[in-house]
């Protein structure tokens, strides 16, 4: 089966309601946490995507015991001390930051040796910036130039600790959480803002969480070796797939969408607060809370010529996976200079981001001034393309590819885009989607 796309049309305006798969970030989370909860938890609409599969064997290889009953996984969680690794287990984490690095801490208490591997993407990610947590807890880690592989093993004579998370990355400061849950004790974490799932599943789960915040930091402190009971969970939509969707109908001509059931959690919704900065037509709608996350209808419309922004940096953590496309929009959709500060996350993604993205805009006549981390964009409004264009190299990173679609379905021209079996990472469906929509593609 050929593993590309090809688009050599537009696609035509549309008025559609769809619904996007599960969040990824809780679809594992709650795999991970079922897993140590005790008693049977039971999950629906969770992502099937690579990168949560990968989740499901994980605690397979921990002797978790999971099963799927028609669209429901049962997870038989055993508690805190319920893992029991073979000696020597090898667990793949695939292309998932996410996993890999919640999964070490998690496994912080077992004294046995636990390697985690992964694909080429995320074997080029560091992974020193969560290993230096888990050495304070009291884990030994041994690790390949800051990369993966990493061998790990656990204590049984953890100690809380009090960490400083200034980076803004969410995947150290829940991992500092899930090792502090299997800590005896009360760990600190004094961290800059960045996405708060892993905080409000410990207290829809009753973890003891205490949380403070302030402009720029949350203050959180856990108190470990509380078991916890199993729950049931209904995964709702992802905002980072559904990112795709609000691009493509703000640069489709007279089209409408409402994506239903989208977790609309604060710290994820940067890329709408930027693209409502920038005059686009996206309402919020049936906003409702579900177990702490905020769940809404998303309602957009297309968008004529919009301004251009100085765009705050406090808002890239809550829209570090959708950047490439407000890229995009400011690109060919805005009339004007567009600024952005203080990137240097974005290169330590599943591919060096920054970089991509950067290149793809002057690959399809748009300027862009880079000093270091920081970038200048020329809008080029209702730029239309009608050149041949081949994307690849990107280390098959899934959001590069869709990126890559969206662009070719708005702007005109012949494309040809590579690895398209990276969408299994994290959106399968994505394709199938679109097509509903009525996009071409062969």
Not at 115 to 139: C, H, N, V, W
Request: glycine residues 6%; proline residues 3%.
């Amino acid at each position: 089966m050929k593993n590309f796309a090809v688009i050599k049309n537009k696609i035509k305006k549309f008025n559609k309601k769809i619904f996007v798969p599960g969040d990824k970030s809780l679809s594992i989370r709650t795999v991970l946490l079922a897993s140590q909860g005790v008693g049977v938890s039971n999950i629906s609409n969770l992502l099937e995507a690579e990168d949560v599969l990968n989740s499901l064997a994980a605690i397979k290889k921990l002797g978790i015991k999971y099963t799927k009953v028609k669209k429901k996984y049962r997870i038989y969680g055993l508690g805190l001390n319920g893992y029991s690794p073979k000696k020597n287990t090898t667990i793949y984490a695939g292309n998932s930051g996410t996993l890999g690095r919640h999964l070490l801490a998690l496994v912080v208490k077992i004294n046995k040796k636990i390697r985690l591997t992964g694909d080429m993407s995320l074997s080029k990610r560091d992974f020193s910036r969560i290993a230096e947590p888990l050495k304070l807890f009291g884990a030994n880690i041994k690790l390949n130039n800051k990369s993966l592989p990493v061998d790990i093993v656990g204590s049984n004579f953890l100690r809380p600790i009090t960490y400083f998370e200034n980076i803004g990355s969410a995947q150290v400061k829940s991992s500092i959480c899930f090792a502090a849950l299997n800590t005896p004790g009360t760990t600190v974490i004094k961290a800059k803002k960045s996405r708060n799932h892993t905080e409000l599943l410990f207290k829809y789960l009753n973890i003891p969480i205490k949380l403070k915040s302030s402009k720029n930091f949350d203050l959180i402190k856990i108190k470990g070796l509380n078991n916890y009971k199993s729950f049931n969970y209904s995964i709702p939509g992802d905002i980072s797939s559904s990112a795709f969707f609000i691009v493509l109908t703000m640069l489709s001509n007279k089209s409408k969408i409402l994506i239903r059931n989208v977790n609309v959690n604060e710290t994820r919704t940067g890329i709408i607060k930027i693209l409502n900065k920038m005059k686009a037509n996206i309402v919020l709608k049936n906003k409702k809370k579900y177990k702490g996350e905020m769940i809404a209808d998303i309602q957009v419309t297309s968008s004529p010529v919009l301004k251009s922004i100085n765009c705050p940096p406090s808002l890239n953590s809550s829209t570090i996976d959708e950047l490439i496309l407000i890229f995009l929009v400011a690109g060919v959709k805005t009339k004007g200079v567009s600024t952005f500060k203080d990137l240097s996350e974005l290169n330590k993604k599943e591919s060096p981001r920054l970089d991509l993205a950067i290149n793809f805009l002057r690959m399809i006549g748009v300027k862009v001034k880079r000093n270091k981390n920081d970038i200048k964009i020329y809008g080029k409004p209702n730029l239309s393309l009608d050149g041949a264009y081949s994307i690849k190299n990107f280390l098959k990173d899934h959001r590069i590819f869709m990126m890559s679609c969206v662009a070719a379905l708005t702007l005109g021209g012949k494309w040809k885009i590579f690895d398209k079996d990276s969408i299994n990472t994290s959106f399968p469906s994505f394709i199938k989607i679109l097509k509903k929509l009525g996009a071409k593609i062969n």
